[in-house]
């Protein structure tokens, strides 16, 4: 076998992102790990995979939760979130060993992603794309304006909602995130900021188990899922 070539940023910097305790939302525990710890445990379950880098919130990187060494050290590093997330995903890339030519971006508020989701963003990426999770919208849409009047309906024939992991070529991402800095602008993923470049990205199906844990009912919604799992 080939030596490992994947490295992983995991996301997990949000400082306000807390939850009625005042606990954080990534250290929250949800079918039966910390949020963080599943992610964590799931790429370093790869063979492929050279190091995970987890972005926490400054004042956790020097101090971690003691349940994050429930994972490989010796392929983990932490790295300090920035003041937006795409500065904190330019920290968690700067770590990265150079060996690691894919980079995958996550998110760990997606704590739950099944396994061969992240096989189709590597696969599609070792072919020589950047690539995605998505899902195909199947609500309507509707363009509503600030009077909660509807304006139109959105055609959705076209339309993914896109997921992580996200999975490029690392020289491509460097340059996204270099012309970012240079430019000024920010993304909420790092798709767009590869899209700016005139880069083809393309999507891989993705999995309703990839959901963002964010409102406080995602959290039961996370577990019925997991539990349904088998």
Not at 36 to 46: E, Y
Not at 79 to 106: K, M, Y
Not at 142 to 158: F, M, S
Request: charged letters at 25%; aromatic letters at 4%.
């Amino acid at each position: 076998m080939s030596a490992p070539d994947v490295g992983v940023v995991i996301v997990a910097a949000g400082s306000s992102s807390r939850t009625a305790d005042g606990e954080l939302k990534q250290f929250k525990w949800v079918a039966g790990r910390p949020m963080l710890l599943h992610s964590l445990q799931l790429f370093q379950s790869r063979a492929d995979v050279a190091m995970v880098v987890c972005v926490l919130p400054r004042e956790y990187a020097g101090d971690p939760p003691p349940w994050i060494f429930q994972s490989d050290p010796e392929r983990l590093l932490l790295s300090v979130g920035g003041r937006t997330r795409a500065e904190s995903v330019r920290n968690g890339i700067a770590d990265l060993p150079p060996s690691c030519g894919i980079i995958l971006v996550h998110d760990a508020a997606r704590p739950l992603v099944p396994m061969p989701v992240v096989d189709r963003v590597v696969d599609a990426v070792r072919a020589g794309h950047a690539a995605i999770a998505a899902l195909p919208v199947v609500d309507t849409l509707k363009e509503v304006d600030d009077a909660g009047h509807i304006v139109r309906t959105v055609p959705r024939d076209y339309l993914w909602r896109a997921q992580t992991p996200q999975g490029f070529p690392r020289d491509v991402l460097l340059r996204a995130h270099r012309a970012a800095t240079d430019g000024h602008y920010d993304a909420t993923d790092d798709a767009a900021l590869v899209e700016r470049l005139g880069e083809n990205v393309v999507v891989v199906r993705g999995s309703e188990r990839a959901m963002k844990v964010t409102a406080p009912g995602d959290f039961d919604r996370a577990e019925a899922m997991h539990a349904l799992e088998d």
